[in-house]
């Protein structure tokens, strides 16, 4: 499935900002599951590429000069192999072992994985961990914000698709499973609609396999992955700090079509 998709992100100021750093991992890399046919961004200047610890492309942008709005686009063309199930990992999951404050386990998390799980860590046990946390944590926007923990969401008993998959990072690495957060975008079913989206990937039989708990899926048949982290603040495709500025708003849009 070839996918043609621009996503545009605008933020606007009460005052102008005076310097400002933003984090952007908007650029996906390819794949098994994924080929990057042509891919580019349009920012207020020219930025280099690097790669951060977790394998992700990043680019730095850096506005020293006064400015009352930014403006981001991300565009390009991607083939999905929606047959593929699983990617092999270029580094060790091990650091996906590692807790974060958003994806810390408490007792009630931990007896949760148990009672979902049991003894077993293989696929079947992680979808049925899957499907029980999308039982106990209906959908529902506007119940947390990118500050919730996955113990208060799940304790909450509602969330979105961040809470849905800290609250697995928490589950599985409780098991002992290494775990990821992945951030990117959904195509949902009409194949007209393009969503910014999140899921988790567990390392399973030598290799990663998805987990998107918001929709009850385990093969990613129509998603497109941006970047990896522990949590959401690692793999979030935009992030940044600003001097003055007041009052932030932002909006941002999707367009996807199929080629």
Avoid at 209 to 226: A, C, G, M, Q, W
């Amino acid at each position: 499935m070839k996918l043609s998709i621009r996503h545009d992100t605008t933020y606007s100021y009460a005052s102008d900002v005076s310097n400002s750093i933003q984090l952007l991992r908007l650029t996906p890399r390819s794949s098994e599951r994924q080929r990057i046919l042509d891919w580019q961004l349009e920012l207020p200047r020219k930025v280099n590429s690097q790669i951060d610890p977790y394998g992700n492309i990043l680019h730095v942008l850096t506005l020293d000069k006064p400015h009352g709005h930014l403006a981001l686009t991300a565009s390009g063309q991607v083939e999905i192999d929606s047959e593929c199930e699983q990617e092999a990992g270029e580094q060790s999951p091990l650091p996906f072992l590692r807790t974060s404050h958003l994806t810390q386990a408490d007792d009630t998390l931990k007896a949760f994985a148990i009672e979902h799980c049991g003894e077993h860590r293989d696929r079947a046990a992680l979808t049925a961990l899957m499907q029980g946390l999308a039982d106990q944590m209906p959908y529902s926007p506007g119940t947390t914000s990118v500050v919730t923990t996955a113990i208060e969401a799940f304790n909450g008993g509602a969330g979105v698709c961040q809470d849905h998959t800290h609250a697995f990072l928490a589950c599985a690495r409780s098991l002992g499973v290494p775990a990821r957060y992945v951030s990117g975008y959904l195509c949902t079913e009409d194949e007209t609609h393009l969503a910014s989206h999140a899921w988790a990937e567990a390392w399973i039989d030598d290799a990663w396999y998805s987990f998107d708990v918001t929709n009850r899926i385990t093969r990613p048949e129509r998603h497109l992955k941006l970047a990896v982290g522990l949590d959401y603040l690692d793999a979030c495709p935009v992030r940044g700090v600003r001097r003055g500025g007041g009052t932030e708003s932002m909006q941002a849009s999707v367009h996807v079509h199929r080629q």
